[in-house]
């Protein structure tokens, strides 16, 4: 019985069981603030509302078709299916996300077992990169370990109570070989990295799809949309305001970014190391190659590439002046020193690497000379999808000025399709041109909206100050005042026709 009812609330509501895979449902309540029986109660909620109104229509209208009700149901039916969708969608593209990250989170993890033969280092780095998912695992762990269990056993509990999959298996064979034999795990490395080579092909390939697909539907599709509708005499303003609303829905759904995960702005600075900090590894290398102590070499790279203190900018104070120029001999290179130099995770290499660099500075830069040719692979994959992305960005932005001035076109020129629809729909019927369109506020509404896109989305936790954004917000106003120009040009030109 209960299966049978389970079946019925499936066919009506969509299953929400995917809330508890990959953690998601704590994914999406710091994204939306809402939990899994938080939207089970708006679901169960809209329907029983939208029943209520049905029945306030069979009281109040005795004579309701039965053809109108059913109609309303399989219309109710299909916005919970849809709510359900879209939040399924969104399930699928955070699972993407966590499998590609879990795949960086693989190749480092070993690229770390390879140089340092310490599942706790490893471990320790992974939780310094603040990965998605992956960082809270490696740190519940390691917690557990804490309180008797081996590091490695608590691993594998966590992977295979949070991960689902290849990524599990990836990872359950990782922590089952590498202590084993290092040609394996070597391997292991190699074809890891091979498997996001492939990822980060895919979605490149995924690109100009996307951008295609975004571009058509969001910025070429009102103007024809709107022409059509004029010439066939069925525009109103309550469709207009349909597609404008339409444009908006459709920009948090089908722009790029969001469907390709490895190069939002969020992953790459979580897969990705800068390219400042990379310059900055293979001088650190260079010098400790070269027989340089870490001190030394650490006060080369930094010299080098005039790197900062991220908190004083170019003021420097006395203990990181006597530092750079060598005067503070005995100034100690600990965690909190590099911490204002760079991001979490670069300071866990280097302090791994100075660890090295006691025993032997020579074998200390060939590590990390090794580590950071691995990442320049990744980088080198991740630098060929962006610049495709920029492109795309950039063949969108053309198409959106195109779709402006499409749109100007049909306002400017919206009394002659009117004109033209009369003549074809009531060719008897004597008509006279009207040089003003009814219509014409909802296209300009529909400029400025198309002019605004991809409209800014704020995050949970607000917008963060960025001193390019009153560039984009000039650049996006002059796309508005071209759609004005040519509206007066188009308006103007067929004015004087009449």
């Known amino acids: 019985m209960d299966h049978i009812s ?9 299953k929400f069981n995917f809330f508890s895979k990959y953690n998601f449902e704590k994914y999406f309540k710091k994204r939306y603030k809402l939990s899994e029986k938080q939207v089970i109660l708006i679901s169960y909620s809209f329907f029983a509302l939208s029943l209520v109104f049905i029945g306030f229509q069979i009281v109040l209208i005795k004579k309701i078709m039965l053809e109108g009700i059913l109609i309303e149901l399989l219309l109710i039916l299909t916005v919970l299916r849809l709510f359900n969708y879209l939040i399924y969608t969104e399930y699928k593209e955070y699972c993407t996300t966590i499998e590609t990250i879990g795949y960086f989170v693989v190749n480092e993890l070993l690229m770390i077992l390879d140089t340092s033969e310490s599942l706790k280092e490893a471990t320790n780095f992974i939780i310094s990169s603040d990965y998605l998912l992956f ?10 370990s804490h309180f ?6 608590a691993l594998k509990t966590q992977i295979k109570t949070s991960l689902f999959g290849s990524i599990q298996s990836a990872f359950l064979y990782i922590l089952e070989i590498w202590e084993h034999g290092k040609n394996i795990a070597l391997l292991s490395k190699n074809r890891i990295l091979n498997r996001i080579s492939d990822q980060i092909t895919e979605e490149t390939n995924k690109i100009d799809s996307w951008a295609s697909l975004s571009a058509g539907i969001l910025f070429l599709s009102p103007p024809v949309i709107f022409c059509f509708l004029l010439i066939s005499g069925k525009m109103s303003i309550i469709l207009g305001f349909l597609i404008i609303f339409g444009i908006i829905g459709g920009s948090f759904f089908i722009h790029p970014e969001k469907h390709l995960t490895v190069f939002s702005e969020k992953n790459k600075l979580l897969l990705s190391y800068d390219k400042k900090s990379l310059e900055f590894l293979v001088i650190l290398s260079e010098n400790l190659l070269s027989g340089y102590s870490f001190n030394k070499s ?7 590439l005039e790197i900062y203190p991220q908190n004083t900018g170019t003021r420097i104070s006395d203990p990181f002046a006597h530092f750079r120029l060598g005067i503070n001999k005995r100034k100690e290179i600990d965690k909190n020193f590099l911490a ?12 791994l690497i100075k660890k090295f660099s006691v025993i032997n500075t020579f074998m200390a830069g060939k590590k990390l000379q090794t580590i950071t040719e691995e990442l320049d692979k990744t980088n080198d994959l991740l630098g060929k999808g962006d610049a495709q992305l920029k492109a795309a960005k950039l063949h969108g932005n053309i198409i959106q000025i195109l779709a402006l001035v499409s749109l100007a076109f049909v306002a400017g020129a919206s009394p002659f399709f009117i004109l033209v629809s009369n003549m074809l729909y009531y060719p008897f019927k004597e008509s006279s041109v009207i040089m003003t369109s009814a219509f014409e506020p909802i296209f300009f509404i529909a400029a400025l909206v198309i002019s605004l896109l991809p409209i800014r989305r704020i995050s949970v936790r607000g917008l963060e100050k960025d001193e390019t954004i009153p560039w984009r917000d000039v650049i996006r106003f002059s796309k508005f005042i071209l759609f004005l120009i040519t509206y007066v040009i188009v308006k103007n030109v067929f004015m004087g026709m009449y």
């Open 6 to 14: 389970d079946t019925i609330l499936a066919l009506i509501f969509g």
């Open 135 to 144: 960082s809270e695992i490696f740190t519940n762990a390691k917690i557990s």
């Open 148 to 153: 008797g269990t081996p590091l490695n056993s």
């Open 298 to 304: 650490l006060n080369n790279a930094l010299n080098i």
């Open 340 to 351: 204002d130099y760079f991001p979490e995770r670069i300071v866990q290499l280097v302090l």
